[in-house]
């Protein structure tokens, strides 16, 4: 997600969402990852009088700013809580799902609000919630957590090299006093790591796999795939944009495993079995183009994969 702040109207590919994603002017879409509104809006101004538009977003601000939304358009609602709630959103909306959109990751305005400690580059309370009523804070985590317990969570969730030495220096800096600050533990990564590569801080998969785990998200993205394999009406669409690899590989299997072509090494479904997700045109993945890269470069990384339920 990017919207708001210095991206306020640079959602990431919006044309191809709009492109994708409505199938129907006055269906049905749940824009499963709020953030600030910048998708959501631009969908509203496409669809027709009829149709109806539910965001979802669990972090209170965005509940905030989606509550107003749906003041100023009847046509939006805004749901507070985890995206994987399709189970309870769509029964009490009364209509056949039309569309699922998901923008995955942090979006613009938690990494520029230094309070809510995703951001290595300004120092603040090391949090990480996306949710900050709910559950553990990364620093109390790594308060308690046994070292080879984050170890395996820095290289499982973050693709980290040196996630042992990492969760090493933790518990030996722990023993001395807990990590409260981003910016300590950025200052400690860096020492483990070195400079990193040209343009990418030595904290960044670190960080990534903190937030990843603390918040659950990559449960939740197996769990609302599923959940649109059963509620989106035949034709209805799912489209995905993906920040880096553990998501998008998810996204990738789940589409090929219920369209018939497994990955390789995986077995794909019996002949007799219809599919019940196809993937449609374009088959390959979009990425964002060079001019919107050039315009918002945390779309540099994006990837956009749409699956098309097949019709009975």
Same mark, same amino acid.
């Given at each position: 997600?990017? +919207?708001?702040?210095? @991206?306020?109207?640079? %959602?990431?590919? $919006?044309? +191809? ?11 049905? @879409? ?10 959501? =809006? ?16 669990? *972090?209170?601000?965005?509940? #905030?700013?989606? =509550? ?13 809580? =985890?995206?994987?709630? $399709?189970? =309870? ?24 609000? %230094?309070?809510?400690?995703? #951001?290595?580059?300004? *120092?603040? &309370?090391? *949090?990480?919630?996306?949710? &900050? ?8 985590? $790594?308060?308690?957590? &046994? ?36 910016? +300590?533990?950025?200052? $400690? ?7 990193? #590569? ?21 449960? !939740? ?41 497994? %990955? ?16 449609? %045109? ?11 890269? !050039? ?6 990384? !994006? ?10």
């Amino acid at each position: 997600m990017s +919207e708001t702040g210095s @991206y306020a109207h640079q %959602p990431v590919m $919006l044309e +191809e969402v709009l492109e994708l994603l409505p199938t129907d002017d006055n269906g049905f @879409y749940v824009d499963g990852t709020f953030g600030r509104g910048g998708h959501s =809006r631009a969908l509203l101004e496409h669809l027709g009088p009829r149709a109806l538009l539910v965001g979802v977003d669990r *972090d209170p601000e965005a509940v #905030s700013a989606g =509550r107003e939304l749906a003041g100023e358009d009847p046509r939006f609602r805004m749901v507070a809580g =985890r995206f994987d709630c $399709l189970d =309870r959103v769509v029964p009490e909306s009364g209509r056949e799902l039309n569309g699922l959109l998901l923008d995955l990751g942090v979006s613009s305005p938690q990494l520029e609000d %230094p309070d809510r400690g995703f #951001s290595f580059r300004n *120092d603040g &309370p090391l *949090d990480m919630r996306m949710d &900050p009523s709910q559950g553990e804070s990364a620093a109390e985590w $790594l308060a308690r957590a &046994p070292e080879k317990e984050i170890a395996d969570v820095l290289y499982h969730y973050g693709e980290e090299r040196r996630s042992r030495q990492i969760a090493r220096r933790i518990c030996e800096r722990r023993r001395e006093h807990p990590l409260a600050r981003t910016g +300590e533990l950025a200052e $400690l990564i860096a020492g483990v790591r070195g400079t990193g #590569s040209p343009g990418r801080h030595p904290a960044t998969r670190s960080f990534q796999a903190l937030r990843i785990y603390l918040n659950r998200e990559l449960e !939740a993205l197996e769990h609302i795939l599923n959940q649109a394999l059963e509620w989106l009406a035949p034709g209805g669409r799912l489209v995905v944009i993906s920040f880096h690899s553990l998501e998008d590989r998810i996204v990738k299997h789940f589409i090929r495993e219920h369209s018939g072509r497994a %990955p390789r090494g995986r077995g794909g479904l019996p002949a007799q079995n219809e599919p019940p997700v196809r993937l449609a %045109p374009p088959a390959k993945p979009r990425h964002a183009g060079p001019d919107e890269v !050039a315009a918002n470069p945390r779309a540099r990384s !994006a990837v956009l994969r749409m699956a098309e339920k097949v019709a009975a």
